[in-house]
């Protein structure tokens, strides 16, 4: 019943921008926290961002930290990533989950995963 699925990726020029989005639906579909997840070719999947639903608390990793921005819109059952100053170490599938508890960046708290989407980011 619950699903997440991603939107907003593509191919972008290094300096350019781009907005994920991850929509949320399940009609009892409740998690506490929802974030990003990256992965490189042939690299393990690593966190990007996470943000907590009932108050405006984020993490990032360092590598997009003043580059990223997570935001959500509950109404929407909708979280977002606003992925500026792009860079070719940024080109990776992109996978938005929702977990339960505190922000965390451990993904075995993330029991729900998107299909990914692919952003790709040429110089």
């Known amino acids: 019943q619950a699903q997440l699925v991603e939107s907003g990726g593509g191919l972008v020029q290094a300096g350019g921008s781009l907005r994920l989005s991850c929509a949320a639906s399940?009609?009892?579909?409740?998690?506490?926290?929802m974030g990003w997840f990256r992965q490189h070719p042939g690299k393990e999947r690593e966190f990007v961002a996470a943000?907590?639903?009932?108050?405006?608390?984020?993490d990032y990793t360092d590598s997009v930290k003043d580059r990223f921005t997570i935001s959500r819109d509950n109404a929407k059952r909708t979280v977002y990533l606003e992925m500026n100053n792009l860079n070719t170490d940024d080109t990776a599938v992109y996978y938005c989950?929702?977990?339960?508890?505190?922000?965390?960046?451990?993904?075995?708290?993330?029991?729900?995963w998107g299909q990914g989407i692919q952003v790709t980011v040429s110089s």
């Open positions: 989950a929702a977990g339960t508890g505190g922000i965390t960046r451990s993904p075995f708290r993330y029991g729900y």
């Open positions: 943000i907590y639903l009932s108050g405006h608390a984020a």
């Open positions: 399940g009609r009892t579909f409740s998690p506490e926290i």
